[in-house]
């Protein structure tokens, strides 16, 4: 993936490697602010309508002002326009931050005026890709994150997952389980975790509550579609060794087929399914788009 030389805030497009945000900023102190990370093809991004829903209520969660510019078909625009200054003109990857304005010495905000900040990646593919290759993972125990995560825990600024992707130096593995306190795997870096067992997909009982949803929900649309039970609760480490395959996902990657969980080794067949599904779900997502 390569940066994009130009970036936007709020509609005005300016260099990356330009400074575009004050020293006192809210969203930059206090991390008052969060973030989502897509992915599309020709100017188009995938499932669209649901990621600007996502936004309107987190909004409305975070008691920010929606800036009156900030409309389905204008906010498609502003990515349009990034996108063709930049000239991306097939696979992408978009990051984009929403953070309060105030830049009050006071902790409490005053002004709940928000920015948008929309930064570009050209992408070497136009669609989701199944990898070959297939991952090796491992369980890592040295953080354990609480049991209840706060709905507004996607802030950009910080994630106790940068410490791990920073103290790991063994290149044995491609990706970490990472545990709650209660020892229940429930996520991987970057990733949520679905396991396969008998034609159930397992969610973990503990599933993110921020943008990672919408992904998550398609993959339990393709499910039901293709005639597979659906389970959310909590394995045992124990018993991961006895799961017919894994699959690690998120907004970008989309789907990501894990060979190897320590000496256990894993099919990698539903998975291939999935991110061809995925693709027609993506593609079906830009035709049938509201705007």
Request: with cysteine.
């Amino acid at each position: 993936m390569s940066k994009a030389k130009y970036i936007s805030l709020n509609g005005k497009l300016l260099l990356s490697s330009e400074a575009c945000l004050m020293h006192d900023n809210r969203g930059l102190l206090y991390g008052d602010s969060f973030n989502i990370q897509c992915r599309g093809t020709s100017s188009k991004v995938f499932f669209f309508d649901q990621y600007f829903e996502y936004i309107i209520k987190q909004f409305a969660e975070m008691q920010m002002i929606k800036p009156k510019l900030l409309k389905k078909d204008f906010f498609q625009t502003d990515i349009e326009l990034l996108l063709q200054k930049n000239r991306i003109y097939q696979g992408f990857k978009l990051n984009i931050v929403f953070f309060r304005n105030t830049t009050d010495s006071d902790f409490h905000a005053t002004d709940n005026t928000v920015s948008v900040l929309i930064s570009a990646e050209k992408l070497p593919e136009e669609y989701f890709k199944h990898n070959e290759k297939g991952l090796f993972i491992d369980t890592y125990e040295k953080i354990k994150f609480p049991v209840t995560i706060c709905n507004w825990f996607n802030s950009p600024v910080f994630s106790p997952e940068m410490l791990i992707k920073h103290n790991i130096k063994s290149k044995k593995y491609d990706n970490y389980i990472l545990l709650n306190t209660e020892n229940f795997p429930f996520k991987a870096i970057d990733n949520e975790l679905i396991f396969i067992k008998d034609n159930t997909l397992i969610f973990s009982g503990q599933t993110q509550n921020n943008y990672y949803k919408i992904i998550t929900g398609i993959i339990k649309d393709i499910a039901e579609n293709k005639n597979f039970q659906i389970s959310e609760k909590n394995i045992k480490t124990s018993e991961i060794v006895n799961m017919d395959e894994i699959m690690l996902i998120n907004p970008v990657m989309g789907i990501q087929w894990v060979v190897g969980f320590k000496e256990k080794r894993y099919t990698g067949k539903i998975s291939k399914l999935f991110v061809d599904e995925l693709n027609k779900y993506s593609i079906k997502s830009i035709k049938e788009s509201k705007i």
